[in-house]
C-alpha cells in the first residue's frame, strides 16, 4: 500500500474533485477527523419509557427527570450540538389549570431560557391548559430544538427538568396522564426522548 502526503487535492480544471471510484470504500482511520462544515458526525439518544413523578415541586422550582440524559463528546471545539427532545407530561390541577415547562441544561447550567422579565419564571417551553374540575384524563408534550455551541472538546451531559411555573407546589407527572386509574379510559402510557447530534463547524 503506497502512502501519498499532502497538505492540499485540488481539482486540476473546474471544481469538481471526485475521490474514488463507484464501489469502492474510503476509510477514515479511527481517530482522524474528517471535515465537512455542516455534516452530522455523531448522533446519541435516550428514551425514557418509564414515569416519573416530582411531588410537591415548590412554586419556581426545578427538578431533573430521572434518567433523562444523554452524553457526547464533541471532536472539535468548533462544532455545535443540535439537541432535540421530546417530554409528556403534566402537572396536577390547581384551579382547574394544569401546566407542564421544561428546562433544557448542558453539564448544570440551564441554556435556551426565557429572557428576564420582573419576576416571571424563566424556562425554556411550556404548555398550560384550563381543564374542567372533574377531568383528570389531561396530558401533554412538550417538544423544542436547540442549536447549541459549547466550545469543548470535553464530555458533556445534556439533560431536560421540569419548572414549577404555578404560586403553589405542584406535583408533576412524566410519560402519564394527571389521574392513573388502571383501565384504558383516556389513561395511556407514554415515551419521551432527547436526541443529540455533532454538527461539523
Known amino acids: 500500500m503506497s502512502t501519498l502526503e499532502t497538505n ?3 481539482p486540476a480544471t473546474g471544481t469538481t474533485l471526485t475521490v474514488g471510484a463507484s464501489g469502492d470504500t474510503i476509510t477514515v482511520p479511527s481517530g482522524a477527523t474528517l471535515t465537512a462544515p455542516g455534516h452530522i458526525l455523531q448522533v446519541l439518544s435516550t428514551t425514557k419509557l418509564d414515569t416519573f413523578t416530582a411531588t410537591n415541586l415548590a412554586a419556581g ?5 430521572s434518567c433523562f440524559f444523554v452524553d ?3 471532536s472539535s471545539t468548533s462544532n455545535k450540538i443540535l439537541v432535540l427532545y421530546s417530554v409528556q407530561g403534566v402537572s396536577a390541577a390547581a384551579s382547574r389549570v394544569v401546566n407542564f415547562a421544561t428546562t433544557l441544561k448542558r453539564a448544570d447550567t440551564q441554556i435556551a431560557i426565557g429572557d428576564t422579565a420582573g ?3 424563566r424556562v425554556t417551553n ?3 391548559v384550563r381543564a374542567d ?3 383528570t384524563n389531561v396530558g401533554g408534550t412538550v417538544s423544542y430544538n436547540y442549536l447549541d455551541s459549547p466550545s469543548s472538546t470535553s464530555a458533556l451531559t445534556y439533560e431536560v427538568g421540569l419548572k414549577n411555573i404555578q404560586d403553589t407546589a405542584l406535583t408533576y407527572y412524566v410519560n402519564r396522564t394527571y389521574g392513573d386509574a388502571d383501565n384504558d379510559n383516556y389513561r395511556p402510557r407514554a415515551t419521551s426522548s432527547i436526541t443529540v447530534m455533532e454538527v461539523a463547524g
Open 8 to 10: 492540499l487535492i485540488q
Open 61 to 65: 422550582g426545578g427538578e431533573e427527570i
Open 72 to 74: 457526547i463528546t464533541p
Open 119 to 121: 419576576s416571571r419564571i
Open 126 to 128: 411550556f404548555l398550560s
Open 133 to 135: 374540575a372533574n377531568d
